[in-house]
Structure formats: structure tokens, C-alpha cells
Nanobody
Framework: QVQLVESGGGLVQAGGSLRLSCVLS????????MAWYRQAPGKQRDLVAD???????NYADSVKGRFTISRDNAKNTVYLQMDSLKAEDTSVYYC?????????WGQGTQVTVSS
């Protein structure tokens, strides 16, 4: 059974940085395309960044140049380095793993940016 566990969220001042981590267990991590999404209260869940099994990355326009997604297949972990954080980045951040036969989500981690 695939499980995703996020960590690294918290409270940070505007302009600060956080690094989110997501560990996948129960399957071979290197087979999964990975992504980070976020959802603010009352809003839809939106893609923040994704990274394919080949290491290709894609970012939402709102985070380009500030966030970096990466993966470490040896550690079964995907990361989201978030720099120059803004108040509008405040959301619950969710890790997502996709494979041809499944789509899996973590429980989410809260990121709050104070202005």
C-alpha cells in the first residue's frame, strides 16, 4: 500500500524559506511522477510544481523563480524548497504521486506566511 508522509511545514515570516519533504513508502519511488499541490481555505487545490521520473520539472507561474522541486530516489523523497515566501503562499501543501495505475495523496502540511 502506497503511503505519502509530508513534513517541513510551519510558520515563517514573509521573505523567509521553508523546505517541505515527502517520503513515499510501500512501492518503488523511482517509478512515480511526483508533485506538490496546495489548497487555501475555500479554494481549489492547485498544482505548485511537479517532477517526472526523468527529473523534468514544471512550476506554476506564481512560484517560478522562488520554489524548487527535487527528488532523491535513494531516499524515496521529494522536496519542495520554498524561498522568498509571500503571504499568498499560505496554504495546506499536499504531496502527490502518480503512476499508470494509481494516484496517491499525502495528508498535507500547513504552511503559514506572516506578512
Amino acid at each position: 500500500q502506497v503511503q505519502l508522509v509530508e513534513s517541513g511545514g510551519g510558520l515563517v515570516q514573509a521573505g523567509g524559506s521553508l523546505r517541505l519533504s515527502c517520503v513515499l513508502s510501500g512501492s518503488l519511488f523511482s517509478n512515480y511522477n511526483m508533485a506538490w499541490y496546495r489548497q487555501a481555505p475555500g479554494k481549489q487545490r492547485d498544482l505548485v510544481a511537479d517532477i517526472t521520473i526523468f527529473g523534468s520539472t514544471n512550476y506554476a507561474d506564481s512560484v517560478k523563480g522562488r520554489f524548487t522541486i527535487s527528488r532523491d530516489n535513494a531516499k524515496n523523497t521529494v522536496y519542495l524548497q520554498m524561498d522568498s515566501l509571500k503571504a499568498e503562499d499560505t496554504s495546506v501543501y499536499y504531496c502527490n504521486a502518480k503512476i499508470w495505475h494509481g494516484d496517491y495523496w499525502g495528508q498535507g502540511t500547513q504552511v503559514t506566511v506572516s506578512s
